[in-house]
């Protein structure tokens, strides 16, 4: 059974900083594409950045490019997404996603397994 665990969510002031983990457990990252989406009250699921089991460079969203960056440590079997500059827009809801698929894809429906989501809110 996969588990996706998010952690890190939180109240920040803008221009600041958190870093939110997905601890994963059921599935190896290697044979994994992990996704962070987010959610924004009254928005569609976003997809904010991916890292897929086939190319290991992530890749962002054009809203988060230069602020936030996407990791993953394969021995701790967990992924890092660290968000600097942090903007009230960014708040939201933050899930981490896995699928078994070997590319990235910004459509939900494209990945098996989800975490309850870590929120975020910026705000001074």
């Known amino acids: 059974q996969v588990q996706l665990v998010e952690s890190g969510g939180g109240l920040v002031q803008p221009g600041g900083s958190l870093r939110l983990s997905c601890a994963a457990s059921?599935?190896?990252?290697?044979?994994?594409?992990m996704h962070w989406f987010r959610q924004a009250p009254g928005k569609e699921r976003e997809g904010v950045a991916c890292?897929?089991?086939?190319?290991?460079?992530?890749t962002y969203g054009d809203s988060v490019k230069g602020r936030f960056t996407m990791s993953r440590d394969g021995a701790r079997s967990t992924v890092y997404l660290q968000l600097n500059s942090l903007k009230p827009e960014d708040t939201a809801v933050y899930y981490c996603?896995?699928?078994?698929?070997?590319?990235?894809?910004?459509?939900?429906?494209?990945?098996?397994?989800w975490g309850q989501g870590t929120r975020v809110t910026v705000s001074s």
């Open positions: 996603a896995g699928s078994r698929r070997r590319y990235c894809s910004d459509y939900a429906s494209m990945y098996e397994y």
């Open positions: 059921g599935i190896t990252l290697d044979d994994a594409t």
């Open positions: 890292i897929s089991s086939r190319n290991r460079s992530p």
